[in-house]
């Protein structure tokens, strides 16, 4: 886990990498190459989707657009609701004004009758909970509150909103946040994030858990009488990497810690018979950046249970049918899957598996319908919805912009006994005859993966220079089970660095990539990588490092 306050511009990036030796010139001049400036601006047009919220009846779908405010700032956003059938959408805001507004984090009621979100309508800056009629109407704004919001749930019954609430904060939550000025007073108070319930009636927003535990995240058992949470004692910005499995009287605040895992742990999910509880439990280095095994506990304690022992992939979402059946994403050897798993029975089955990804999913309430925004290294986010495991496209936002790099395939090597699995894009105009220069593209984390997803600034924009890129998920990545994410625990730059030598070699062997032309570039673990490599081969003539830990002592 690797963070950093500054921000490097993607033009420097790119000019570093551009100092690798240009293309020689051929007798037949391949078509003229877009500028950078032009791919980047066409790479700005793309609509970015924060979110999806199915309704329970699986009919609409709720997702929020990212809009840019007046300064030209990528912090604003756009709620819509369609049908599933794609017809046009319908807009709901708090902002009387019709200005975007930063509005967000989206729930249907039970009955599928409102849509509750937060929004710094009234206050810029300051989320507010509101209530919005889904059938169109004006929002009614639910709490007054002075600090943090986030993760609004409606109660099983639909009269109340749970919600994350930091009293009087001061700054954004979170462990990847986890600091104040650069000098001065860092911290009067804990500012300690709690669960708190407003009645949907009306009502002062009331604080639930205890006032020394902060909260990560949570859901509500099926009687509403208690939450599930994963949960720490004391400074929560610090502490996540420690949070336990707690359950949590909803009228009362008593908290009982349930489990305490050996790593970390995400997504606590209650099932419909309030038996069991469900987490993610593995090797996470960042805060919102899940991996791992399923993992099942009876709610009135005792010990857990793998459902997903020597999965060869990383759960990423979770969520129970009323059956009793786990639903869930995962990263899997490079590609999404999307499966699920029997309590009483053992094995996962495949329902969906593809070179796309899908993120911000969503169950109708019977477990059969979903959505997600779905994206893919040919195609730009989209809203998709529909029975689980055959989607289609709900919005068309981006239907427009067209890939300018080329082929994307997925490439396999063996290093020190084990499968690596990496993508390699390639130019848009390919010479056979030639030899092309290769920039190696390392993930941050490293608990995370390079997934087939639209390109990033960095990772579009270098093959339409010429260049061909390596995205490699060496041990330490999500997608090739558990004990492949904890491959490179007190290894970092050893075994992972020779993963990622052997997929340069995969590549150069697979492709016309002139082998003395060779970059590598990355941010936080792998801007370290991008430092570390170059001290230890001199296979790499450029390096780019962005964020990356300079000094174990001092990080």
Do not use: C
């Not at 009067?188 to 927003?205: F, N, S």
């Not at 195609?379 to 067209?402: D, F, Q, S």
């Amino acid at each position: 886990m690797m963070t950093s306050r500054a921000r490097l511009s993607p033009f420097l990036l790119l000019l570093a990498v551009a100092t690798l030796p240009a293309l020689p010139l051929r007798a037949a001049a391949p078509p003229e190459r877009p500028s950078v400036d032009s791919v980047l601006e066409t790479l700005g047009r793309v609509v970015s989707l924060r979110e999806t919220a199915l309704s329970p009846d699986g009919t609409r779908v709720a997702w929020a657009e990212r809009v840019r405010a007046a300064d030209g700032a990528e912090r604003r956003s756009v709620i819509r609701v369609s049908g599933l059938d794609g017809g046009a959408p319908r807009a709901l805001t708090a902002a009387r004004d019709k200005v975007p507004h930063r509005e967000r984090d989206l729930a249907w009621s039970p009955d599928g009758r409102e849509i509750a979100f937060l929004s710094d309508a009234a206050q810029d800056g300051q989320l507010q909970l509101y209530v919005a009629p889904a059938a169109g109407g004006a929002p009614r704004m639910l709490t007054h509150a002075r600090g943090q919001l986030e993760h609004p749930r409606w109660s099983p019954d639909g009269k109340r909103l749970a919600v994350l609430y930091v009293a009087g904060s001061t700054q954004e939550q979170g462990a990847l946040v986890a600091y104040k000025p650069d000098a001065g007073v860092v911290e009067e108070k804990v500012e300690e994030q709690r669960i708190a319930i407003v009645d949907v009636a009306g009502g002062e927003l009331r604080e639930v858990s205890p006032a020394d535990l902060y909260v990560y995240d949570y859901d509500w058992s099926p009687d509403g009488r208690r939450f599930a949470a994963e949960a720490v004692h004391g400074s929560g910005t610090n502490n996540y990497w420690t949070a336990e499995l707690y359950v949590v009287d909803a009228a009362s605040g008593e908290a009982r810690s349930l489990w305490k895992p050996p790593l970390q742990i995400a997504q606590p999910r209650w099932s419909s018979d309030g038996a069991s509880i469900a987490v993610i439990h593995g090797l996470m280095s960042d805060e919102g950046s899940t991996g791992g095994d399923v993992m099942l506990l009876p709610a009135a304690g005792g010990a857990p249970r793998n459902l997903t022992p020597g999965f060869a992939g990383s759960a990423s979402w979770i969520a129970f049918r009323p059956g009793g059946d786990v639903v869930f994403t995962a990263h899997a050897d490079g590609e999404t899957m999307v499966g699920t798993v029997r309590p009483a029975a053992a094995g996962v089955t495949t329902v969906w598996r593809g070179p796309a990804l899908l993120t911000y999913f969503s169950l109708s309430r019977d477990g059969r319908v979903f959505s997600a925004v779905h994206e893919s290294f040919a195609e730009a986010p989209e809203v998709w919805a529909g029975e689980v495991g055959r989607g289609r496209p709900v919005t068309h936002l981006n239907a427009a912009v067209k890939a300018a790099w080329g082929e994307v395939k997925s490439l396999h090597w063996e290093s020190d006994g084990q499968r690596v699995q990496g993508w390699l894009i390639a130019p848009p105009h390919v010479d056979p005859a030639a030899r092309h220069p290769l920039v190696v593209y390392v993930h941050g984390g490293p608990s995370s993966a390079s997934s087939p997803r639209w390109p990033s600034r960095w990772t579009g924009v270098l093959p339409t220079q010429g260049y061909y890129v390596l995205m490699p998920n060496p041990r330490g990545s999500y997608g090739q089970g558990e004990a492949f994410t904890q491959g490179n625990v007190k290894d970092f730059g050893y075994g992972d660095l020779r993963d990622i030598l052997k997929g340069v070699d995969a590549a150069v062997a697979s492709a016309p990539i002139d082998g003395e032309r060779i970059g590598i570039l990355g941010w936080s673990y792998g801007g370290y990588m991008a430092m570390w490599a170059v001290t230890q081969t001199s296979r790499f003539k450029a390096a780019v490092a962005g964020a990356g830990i300079v000094n174990w002592q001092s990080y």
